[in-house]
């Protein structure tokens, strides 16, 4: 093996604590993971992906306080999924889709336009729409520009 492996386990050899933290919230995150992303997409709206409607507005306005607490703590747990992604790319586990997760519950300038064309990508629809039959729902509506 390289040098820089080496060096790597070692530092993980010293730092036992350390590395079971992060074995323990790689497996969390892998199991977590296989039974939460079937059930999030089978709930979301077929025409998600569409224009948000004006439900979705009136809903933001009458109840201020839960908005807020609800966008700190979807933030809150989108950095620590975020963080953990990119802890598993060196662990085992799924490193690349709880990144994913992780950016798609945060808020952030430009985000609709990086989940239309996160979506709009063909093995990532087809995934998606393969979860959705099985569940007997309607395929996801895309907007008109964002289809391959």
């Known amino acids: 093996m390289t040098d820089w492996f080496h060096e790597l386990s070692q530092w993980f050899q010293e730092r036992e604590t350390l590395a079971a933290w992060i074995a323990g919230t790689s497996l969390f995150t892998l199991v977590a993971s296989a039974i939460a992303v079937p059930i999030v997409v089978r709930r979301i709206p077929s025409d998600y992906f569409l224009e948000k409607g004006e439900e979705t507005e009136e809903l933001r306005k009458s109840h201020p306080f839960l908005r807020i607490f609800f966008l700190i703590f979807k933030n809150l747990i989108g950095g620590i999924l975020l ?11 799924q490193g690349l889709l709880t990144m994913v997760i992780g950016l798609l519950l945060m808020d952030f300038p430009g985000k609709r336009r990086f989940e239309i064309w996160l979506i709009s990508r063909k093995p990532v629809y087809k995934a998606i729409d393969w979860i959705r039959r099985r569940a007997e729902k309607e395929s996801l ?3 008109t520009d964002a289809r391959n």
Do not use: F, V
């Not at 963080?83 to 586990?93: A, H, R, V």
């Open 83 to 93: 963080i953990g992604g990119i802890l598993m790319l060196i662990t085992p586990g």
């Open 141 to 143: 509506q895309l907007p």
